[in-house]
């Protein structure tokens, strides 16, 4: 095993220790962040969405923000202000938490959607334009947003747009009465993740996201998430189907996640793995509504029921 695929695996068991029994979960979010995507965390409150953030910065030596969502949050308090300098005559942009390596937006949908589509230039093209300048954001950008249910009070509907930005969208669920035992006595003199170690540099963050486009996918594999696409873009209960940023990022998802397992080519089981967590949440239903994510889950894992594996 070469030394960078032992700091992957660091990378994951670190944050094991503190995301206790969700380890397909952690493998999902960490092969997110190998295909330069972005993670949409929704769940009830207190089951750990924000503390898996945290572990990810703090398994990573790179720049941190946290932004946390209000109805009052402006897109300036994300992405920065311009102010007038008066002794020298001219603006002079002071940049928000935007720019960093990993950013942390904590109960997205409790911001208004004009706040949210603050993300949207950046998260799909790494960079943001503020009175027509446009600034970089850097090679290694990660967005990982945590959201309440839409029930919960407060809440804002994240616009599709904004939804079919992020590659995953995933919850944490309850923890085993095991693992919520252990998490009683972990944290009686404080909080685990203040004590974690980092484990990983974002160099080699950046060298594995490059080997991640090096995973060769066959074209028989490449027509099996065609396929899929495709089926939900003809179901009759949809408006709308998977979008073709949702099949380019199911692909480079599942090119993630065969490197975790050591692999130089993606297999239909890795498609199949990625399929509801990247594509649940970019269908549209007739009428506009919206349904759990558990449901949408179901949609998608029927869809896989109906394509024939190559």
């Not at 946290?66 to 008066?86: F, K, M, N, W």
């Not at 005559?89 to 935007?98: R, Y």
């Not at 990625?274 to 549209?284: E, G, Y």
């Amino acid at each position: 095993m070469s030394s960078r695929a032992q700091s992957i695996v660091r990378l994951l068991n670190n944050i094991d220790r503190i995301i206790l029994g969700k380890g397909d979960r952690v493998r999902i979010a960490v092969a997110t962040l190998l295909a330069r995507g972005h993670l949409l965390l929704e769940d009830v409150p207190g089951v750990g969405k924000t503390t898996l953030s945290r572990a990810l910065a703090q398994s990573i030596r790179c720049g941190f923000q946290r932004v946390q969502a209000t109805s009052d949050l402006l897109p300036s308090d994300i992405i920065g202000v311009s102010i007038y300098d008066h002794q020298r005559n001219s603006f002079e942009f002071k940049p928000g938490p935007i720019f960093t390596n990993l950013l942390l937006v904590d109960e997205i949908n409790r911001a208004t959607p004009r706040t949210q589509s603050s993300l949207l230039q950046a998260m799909s093209e790494f960079e943001v334009t503020i009175d027509q300048n446009t600034y970089s954001l850097g090679p290694l950008f990660f967005v990982v947003a945590t959201q309440n249910p839409v029930e919960q009070i407060g809440t804002f509907l994240l616009p599709e747009s904004q939804l079919d930005r992020f590659s995953v969208r995933i919850s944490l669920g309850y923890p085993s009465a095991e693992s919520e035992e252990r998490m009683i006595f972990d944290q009686m003199e404080g909080h685990p993740v203040e004590d974690l170690e980092q484990v990983i540099t974002s160099e080699e963050i950046l060298i594995a996201q490059q080997e991640v486009q090096k995973i060769r996918i066959d074209p028989r594999v490449a027509r099996y998430v065609l396929k899929i696409a495709e089926k939900t873009r003809t179901r009759d209960d949809l408006a709308a189907g998977v979008s073709p940023r949702g099949v380019l990022s199911l692909v480079r998802l599942s090119q993630a996640h065969a490197l975790l397992d050591g692999r130089d080519y993606v297999a239909p089981d890795d498609i199949k793995a990625l399929a509801a967590p990247a594509l649940a949440h970019r269908v549209i239903y007739r009428g506009g509504f919206r349904t759990s994510l558990e449901e949408e889950y179901a949609l998608i894992r029927n869809v896989l029921d109906e394509v024939p594996v190559p």
